[in-house]
């Protein structure tokens, strides 16, 4: 699924209007009802609504549900702001249409200079209509009053395609105070992209995306530099296996994991690859954390490093397919010493996780050796590490996507909505995952599944694809069985068969 930007949301209406073809006013009539739709299937008419309506075509969705609400036996008050005497021509349509209704008549207010605010009570329903996906700018003076005002009541609130104040895709700069609060909001078509950032949920509440028809002739032709990834766009990419498969012909792979006391990151790395469908997985390992690694994984063949607590030197990688190196191998300068010389000597697809990001970003340096298409999964505390402190969601992923485009490299920010940067420039958000993944070692296993998969024969732009969906597939399922509070690293392990399974029985 495709993200557009404001003004790919314009062009798209426009397209639907001319394509299918449609009134302007008409297609507006059919977001109002499914506005309206949504809103009746959750509050009654016991519920007074007061509606907040913009001058411009936002505005325009709010005046018409508040007439198809006034029409269905709700009590609804609506304020209308035509601060600078000018309202988008759909906008002054639904007015028309709304001041037709008597009832409605009676209880429209349109605001060109003072304004007396109603009194907003628990119990009652605040329709947001002021601004939608168009805002590009902060909001001030009164606009900014009144926000805050809407906030600051007991009353429910439900946004129309924005909370208004809150912009379509960079809020870096904006005035957080001045942003709808929505308890609920009702969106157009698709996610924006803004609604992706976790420091934006405060403001959207519960999220609802309402299909509006519009023309999927239009979707497919409008380029995006962001997709949304869905189960039927992962399916495809998965690879049969041969049933005359021996563990030689499945791939043999390679993690580098593990200093002293910092063993659990290996095993679960380890065992996760295993999870993933490859042949074989070798481990290497200090030489105190040999006896917990064949106990606890007994699948693996282990690499002895010549030190007793830390990875110390390069090995050859010729008998692999895949590469993975960063789980808990520490950052003491020797390590980081050799971790840049396994990156060089490294001919096969490489996964770099955890220290060899905090390495690589202690030694800016090296940057310049790192291979073409090598794939890194910092998580946001380690990509500000790299590229410096971010003051929001926004910002940090421009980074990341300049990074990916400048290193020619896939880079997985891991988050709520992990973000893959592709060396194209196009970024695409996973779907699976929640909030009881949050928990040590959940990032071990996805770079043990994504090594995995990368031995098993998938190009890199797959492996990302596949392994970070399948990833947040096992944790879903393991929260739909144990719930998130109780979930461990090792629970998304123990469900990854069953995120095969379900992408491949479907």
Known sequence: MKIF??????????????????KSIDLMERAAKALTRAITERWTTSVPVVVFAGSGNNGGDALAVSRLLTEQGYQVQTFLFNINGHLSTDCTENKRRLTEVKKARERFIEVTQEFDPPQLEKGMLVVDGLFGSG??????????????????????????????????EDNTYNVRANIIRADLTLTLGQKKLSMLFAENQPFIGELQVLDIHLSKEGIEKIESQYTMLEEDDVRPLLLP???????????????????YGMAGAAILASEACLRSGVGKVSCHAPRKNVAVMQTAVPEAVLQIDREETTFSEAVDT????????????????????ATIAQIRRTQCPLVCDADAINILANHRAWLQQLPKEIIMTPHPKEFDRFEGHSADSFERLSKARDLAQRMSAY??????????CCPDGHIIFNTTGNAGMATAGSGDVLTGILTGLLARGYNRMNACIVGMYIHGLAGDIAAKELGEESLIARDIIRYLPKAFLQLKTK
């Open 241 to 259: 296996r041969n049933p005359f498969a021996h563990k030689g012909s499945m791939g043999n792979a390679l993690l580098i994991a593990g200093s």
């Open 135 to 168: 805002l590009n700018k902060p909001l001030n003076g009164g606009f900014a009053s009144l926000v805050k005002y809407i906030n600051a009541s007991p009353a429910e609130v439900v946004s129309i395609d924005m909370p208004s104040g809150l912009m379509t």
């Open 411 to 420: 880079l997985i920010l891991k988050g709520h909505r992990t973000a893959l």
């Open 5 to 22: 930007t404001s003004a790919q949301i314009h062009e798209l209406d426009n397209y639907t209007i001319e394509h299918e073809p449609i």
């Open 318 to 337: 010729e008998d692999f397919q895949a590469v993975g190196i960063g789980p808990g191998i520490g950052t003491t300068e020797q390590t980081a010493v």
